[in-house]
T-cell receptor, first 110, second 112 residues
Framework: SQQGEEDPQALSIQEGENATMNCSYK?????LQWYRQNSGRGLVHLIL?????REKHSGRLRVTLDTSKKSSSLLITASRAADTASYFC??????????FGAGTTVTVRA | NAGVTQTPKFQVLKTGQSMTLQCAQD?????MYWYRQDPGMGLRLIYY???????DKGEVPNGYNVSRLNKREFSLRLESAAPSQTSVYFC???????????FGPGTRLTVT
């Protein structure tokens, strides 16, 4: 069964706007990761945040983690057409097996 | 570096046929994984290999077998394909379990 659940399922924004998506999970984790998947391609790793971290940045990406609420958010600032993709969160527990959510599909309109 | 490569890219099988999906990585990673992705769903782990010489079941192993041939290669075999195995299959590797994973381009499999 899938551990993470992303919200919303789909998001449409204008170029230059920010995009925020959330991930909730059920059991305790070691790490939470975010991946991007462009249409018809493999997944690309974006950020890994450990359970003892609260926030992490990478370029225009900002990830937060709230283990008390079992949730994470991914913020993409100043979005571009190239950010159009599906975004997945993935969590792992003691066995380090990743469990993926169903993803958020982001469309950036020019 | 090619990263993670998968062959074939596309395959059509008839019910009951068998086939092997090949995966190779050139990043000297210890861990390798096989996932399937169905429409509207995230990836589900079929099998993984934490290190050379070890394999273990994931969430949906039924109908599949794997071989970790060496550190570079991890193959997935369908012994008797069923329509329920129609999916896109992704291979991935990581330096160690729990680290970021690097994905191949996928194999689109249709079973009729």
């Amino acid at each position: 069964s899938q551990q993470g659940e992303e919200d919303p399922q789909a998001l449409s924004i204008q170029e230059g706007e920010n995009a925020t998506m959330n991930c909730s999970y059920k059991t305790s984790i070691n790490n939470l990761q975010w991946y991007r998947q462009n249409s018809g391609r493999g997944l690309v790793h974006l950020i890994l945040i450990r359970s003892n971290e609260r926030e992490k940045h990478s370029g225009r990406l900002r990830v937060t983690l709230d283990t008390s609420k079992k949730s994470s958010s991914l913020l993409i600032t100043a979005s571009r057409a190239a950010d159009t993709a599906s975004y997945f969160c993935a969590t792992d527990g003691n066995d380090y097996k990743l469990s993926f959510g169903a993803g958020t599909t982001v469309t950036v309109r020019a | 570096n090619a990263g993670v490569t998968q062959t074939p890219k596309f395959q059509v099988l008839k019910t009951g046929q068998s086939m092997t999906l090949q995966c190779a990585q050139d990043m000297n990673h210890n861990s390798m994984y096989w996932y399937r992705q169905d429409p509207g769903m995230g990836l589900r782990l079929i099998y993984y290999s934490a290190s050379e010489g070890t394999t273990d079941k994931g969430e949906v192993p039924n109908g599949y077998n794997v071989s970790r041939l060496n550190k570079r290669e991890f193959s997935l075999r369908l012994e008797s394909a069923a329509p329920s195995q129609t999916s896109v299959y992704f291979c991935a590797s990581s330096p160690l379990p729990g680290h970021e994973q690097y994905f191949g381009p996928g194999t689109r499999l249709t079973v009729t």
